[in-house]
């Protein structure tokens, strides 16, 4: 495994980190006994940053890491991300980032992932009704109290990167990216390089898409994706035609699609650090592997030609999905 530094800091991360949620929360059936497998294949091969939230699976899924955290809690570099609380009579999670909450959800996720500090604690979303320094200077006085190492934010904008920033040193900044989500190319990856903060991709492969093994039209219909509009019939033909496109790129390079596409990410910068997710060994394998593929102009140049030939791929998140992200 390669590593990357953590911000402005001296923490070593592996460069491809490991997403938890898919675990047990939002992609189909879980599976405990090959999750745990899974997490602790993932330190034999060095991938040391594992990252959950609270609100994956209602807390079971940092619960579910404290399984393997209780013996190697020295090995693993920790993140979980807190807001979002279950309102069921709204239909729907809604978000809260105000000072009194956050003393109250730190205290859960330290309980459940059995642990007396967090190494990255991360706000998931900025909570459009609570100034963002209010919501910073609360997390920071987690760090004086030594429950919290470093700070991140989620889906945050740069305006509010910024002004995060200023109150705090924010290490950490992670959105979605990959090669269908590129809008953090605008202006939250260089400014994250401006100012010395790790950008932390998720779903690097799409959600799959750019595996090039997922049939959409056999998720469960428990499956997250199926609330997505990438994954819905307008945008199958497209897709299906670009990833096998993309996989005949990956097979010139003897690689496989989902590693090519983790190598693309890597490729945007030494400060980006993905960590797509996966519940299953095999596919932990496979992506620790992509560390290893390089990149020439021309491979980044077929790239780019094949994602013009078809642009029609969906958007990723639904309207109200979409409100939920920062773009202040």
């Not at 800091?9 to 929360?25: D, Q, R």
């Not at 091969?45 to 393997?68: C, H, P, S």
């Not at 699609?257 to 596919?283: C, D, N, S």
Request: glycine residues 6%; negative net charge; aromatic residues 8%.
């Amino acid at each position: 495994m390669k590593y990357r530094s953590l911000g402005s800091t001296e923490e070593k991360l592996s460069a491809i980190g490991l997403g938890c949620m898919g675990m047990n929360h939002a992609y189909g059936t879980p599976d405990d006994k090959e999750s745990i497998a899974t997490l602790e294949l993932a330190l034999d091969l060095g991938i040391n940053f594992w990252d959950t939230a609270d609100i994956y699976a209602a807390g079971e899924n940092e619960a579910l890491l404290a399984r393997v955290l209780k013996s190697k809690r020295q090995e693993v570099f920790l993140a979980t991300k807190f807001g979002f609380v279950s309102n069921p009579g709204a239909g729907n999670a809604q978000f809260d980032g105000s000072p009194a909450y956050i003393k109250i959800a730190v205290e859960r996720s330290l309980k459940r992932l059995g642990t007396d500090v967090i190494d990255l604690y991360y706000a998931h979303r900025v909570d459009p009704n609570v100034p963002i320094e209010d919501t910073v200077g609360a997390m920071s006085e987690l760090v004086k109290a030594g429950k919290v190492r470093y700070l991140g934010l989620s889906e945050a904008s740069v305006t509010s990167l910024r002004k995060a920033h200023a109150v705090h040193p924010i290490s950490a900044l992670q959105s979605e990216y990959s090669l269908l989500t590129r809008e953090a190319e605008n202006n939250v990856l260089p400014v994250c390089k401006e100012l010395g903060i790790s950008f932390v991709p998720f779903s690097p492969l799409a959600r799959g898409l750019m595996t090039n093994t997922l049939d959409v039209s056999k998720l469960d219909d428990s499956d997250f994706r199926k609330s997505l509009p990438r994954y819905q019939e307008a945008y199958k033909a497209n897709n299906e035609n670009l990833a096998n496109g993309f996989a005949e790129i990956a097979a010139g390079k003897n690689h496989s699609a989902a590693q090519l596409a983790l190598a693309w990410v890597l490729a945007q910068g030494e400060h980006v650090i993905p960590i797509p997710g996966t519940k299953r060994r095999k596919y932990l394998l496979e992506n620790a592997d992509a560390v290893d593929l390089q990149l020439s102009d021309d491979d980044l140049k077929a790239i780019d030609d094949l994602l013009a030939t078809y642009p029609n791929t969906g958007a990723r998140y639904s309207e109200s999905q979409n409100k939920l992200v920062d773009r202040t």
